[in-house]
């Protein structure tokens, strides 16, 4: 009969030697039990009872908790408040109450480009074209008729970009390039073109305020002290006739007709002066003292920084 007892694992202590005794096997060393003591384990009875805390310290932790609810509970009435008076700041109230901030900040730029293309209207148009768009050398600009829809911000554009050319396509035209971008390139960069439009399309319901044109502060009138103010020229409320006709693209004919100068409420006939309300001081500006609708080659007398001298109307200047 076999054995099937298993042989045994070696666990890689190694056998004695034959001839020597056998290691004796110790176990781990065991702790009578009177002898075991947990008291620095332990703590005193009083404070198991309570969790380890104190009655003060209870007390204290209760009033830190309902502080921090209500710091929580400020805070987030402090956060949401903030969000709706953000919101409301951003886009304006409700009713009508407030203006949305982005608003506000382009009608403020829309009358600082107002002022300064005054400056440089003044400066540079007002010698051909009258201090108040009247007309002289060059064609009335202040007509309701012309502002309605001819004179739009596309086409004063081309205009000062390409020159008089552009109106008539005569190449010879007293108008010049007044753009830097223009072939030959002039003296007003794309800023100060974006400003000079943004005058002449400005609306007669606005008061401006005249202002120095390197330092931006407002000028006073030297004999009354207030500061000197100015309207646009469009009328806002202006519709022109059921059946008035588009105004032609070249205005010759301007220059031979007697009521080519429309006044601010469109009617015929009448000069338009909407201009400043005090003189202003810019020495290129020329205040003609003849109509610039007078017949075909009647001298126009025109005064300038205190000189008088006569020139022959210009026909077909555009």
Not at 159 to 173: F, Q, W
Not at 240 to 267: I, L, R
Not at 280 to 295: K, V
Request: aromatic fraction near 8%; hydrophobic fraction near 35%; charged fraction near 15%.
């Amino acid at each position: 009969m076999t054995d099937q007892t298993p042989a045994p694992v070696p666990d890689g202590t190694p056998e004695p030697a034959p001839g020597e005794p056998a290691e004796e096997q110790r176990l781990p060393a065991t702790v009578p039990q009177g002898a075991m003591t947990a008291d620095r384990f332990s703590a005193v009875p009083s404070i198991k009872a309570n969790a380890g805390l104190t009655p003060q310290r209870s007390a204290g932790i209760v009033r830190q908790s309902a502080s921090a609810r209500w710091v929580g509970f400020l805070t987030v009435i402090f956060v949401s408040l903030f969000i709706v008076g953000y919101w409301f700041y951003e886009l304006g109230a409700p009713a009508g109450l407030s203006e949305a901030r982005l608003a506000q900040e382009i009608d403020a730029q829309q009358v600082t480009a107002v002022e300064r293309g005054y400056n440089l209207y003044e400066a540079n148009c007002a010698r051909c074209h009258g201090a108040n768009g009247e007309g002289a050398i060059g064609p009335t600009l202040n007509r309701q008729d012309k502002l309605f829809a001819h004179l739009n911000e596309d086409y004063l554009r081309n205009v000062l970009t390409v020159g008089g050319r552009y109106v008539c396509g005569h190449a010879d035209s007293l108008m010049p390039i007044w753009s830097d971008q223009g072939h030959p390139p002039g003296p007003l960069n794309y800023r100060q073109i974006q400003e000079l439009i943004a005058f002449l399309r400005a609306t007669n319901d606005v008061t401006y305020i005249v202002r120095d044109a390197e330092l931006g502060t407002p000028l006073k009138d030297p004999l009354t002290g207030k500061e000197k103010t100015f309207t646009g020229w469009r009328d806002p409320k202006y519709q022109p006739a059921p059946d008035a006709t588009p105004y032609p693209a070249c205005w010759e004919d301007e220059f031979t007709t007697p009521s080519a100068s429309a006044g601010p409420s469109g009617s015929p006939g009448a000069s338009a002066e909407p201009g400043a309300s005090a003189e202003p001081g810019a020495s290129a500006s020329a205040a003609p003292s003849a109509s610039a609708g007078g017949g075909g080659g009647a001298p126009i007398s025109i005064v300038a920084q205190g000189i008088a001298f006569t020139t022959p109307s210009v026909i077909g200047a555009c």
